[in-house]
């Protein structure tokens, strides 16, 4: 009897080491932990659709990559985002062209204001062959470009007064991203142009520090700017293209198999994101609107892209080797 049990006990505890040991064999080796960064908040298009990539990834790589979404500018804000991106010490993010200027030099053509007619143009310019010469840009500097997510077009708002002619702008406190060219185009138009990063910017304009600052409809809502400056005008100034990015190093550190993966997660991601935009667009235009912003239309945006014209030339005179990726951008439209 007592044999019997033992042998039970003994089989038993045999078929536990034998399931544990299964257990262990259907888990990855080494489940890679990686770290994205999204300055905006949950529910918005880009957070959505980093949400997908990052599901899409776990799921389809079974588990050997668990990618975690941080939300919020949380690991720090973008121009940081971007170094610590390209030393691996992030694994993923959406980064705007914007702030990437200044380390990505060629990316710089696609922050001279009014380089793109329309969203349009700027997504079959970036989704082509132009696309992928900024992304070997990109890539040189140790970020990978596995898509291209939609940031509308950014306008001038401000608590002040309605933005018709370049002279309205005169005197204005205007808060742009971390990019000399910005500042020199609000200098153009006679503002003030203050560099600061996008979390600061709500304190900002309620202390006066800041008059205004320039962003597209969803951006514009969801940090709640338009409560305090109400005033929104459609200069459309910059149409602004958006990676999604993935370190260097975590990228070499993947299979080819996981590469094809990640890299359909992304695409999937892109056009998921760029749908949710259309929608969200519209929703913060109407919320905006409902709250009391006074949107106006910019009757004569040639009267502002004529003062950008000596920040092109200048452009061209600092970085000649640039001159035809600019000329090969106005061609394709
Ligand atoms: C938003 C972009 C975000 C920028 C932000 C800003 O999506 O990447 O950081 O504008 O103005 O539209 O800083």
Redesign the pocket.
């Known amino acids: 009897m007592k044999k019997t049990m033992r042998q039970n006990l003994t089989i038993g505890m045999k078929l536990t080491a034998i399931a544990s040991a299964l257990t262990v064999l259907s888990l990855p080796a080494h489940a890679e932990q990686w770290r994205g960064w999204n300055?905006?908040p949950p529910g918005y298009p880009?957070s959505i659709a980093l949400e997908s990539f990052a599901e899409a990834v776990a799921d389809k790589t079974e588990g050997r990559i668990e990618p975690k979404v941080y939300h919020n500018?949380v690991l720090g804000?973008?121009p940081d985002a971007i170094e610590q991106t390209r030393n691996g010490a992030l694994d993923f993010a959406?980064?705007?062209m914007?702030?990437m200027g200044p380390i990505v030099p060629a990316t710089n053509v696609l922050s001279l204001p009014f380089i793109f007619k329309s969203v349009d143009d700027m997504h079959q310019v970036m989704d082509g062959e132009i696309g992928q010469r900024f992304a070997d840009a990109l890539a040189e500097k140790n970020l990978v470009a596995l898509s291209w997510?939609d940031?509308?077009a950014?306008s001038l708002y401000n608590t002040q007064r309605p933005v018709e002619t370049p002279a309205d702008v005169e005197g204005l406190k205007v808060?742009?991203?971390?990019n000399d060219l910005y500042v020199e185009m609000i200098d153009a138009l006679g503002g003030n142009a203050t560099p600061m990063?996008?979390g600061e910017?709500y304190q900002s304009l309620k202390t006066g520090v800041l008059d205004g600052?320039?962003?597209?409809y969803?951006?514009y809502e969801s940090?709640n700017h338009f409560e305090i400056a109400p005033y929104y005008s459609l200069t459309e100034h910059l149409i602004?293209p958006?990676c999604l990015c993935i370190a260097k190093s975590s990228w070499e550190s993947l299979s080819e198999e996981d590469q094809q993966i990640v890299s359909q997660a992304a695409e999937a991601a892109a056009e998921e994101q760029r749908q949710l935009w259309a929608e969200r667009s519209q929703t913060s235009r109407e919320k905006v609107l409902s709250d009391g912003v006074k949107i106006n239309e910019v009757a004569d945006k040639s009267a502002f892209q004529e003062k950008m014209q000596p920040i092109y030339a200048e452009f061209i005179k600092q970085n000649p080797q640039l001159e035809s990726l600019v000329n090969d951008i106005q061609a394709a439209q």
């Open positions: 300055i905006h880009n500018a804000d973008q959406n980064f705007n914007g702030p997510f940031s509308g950014r808060r742009v991203m971390n990063s996008y910017v600052a320039e962003n597209n969803p951006s940090s602004l958006e």
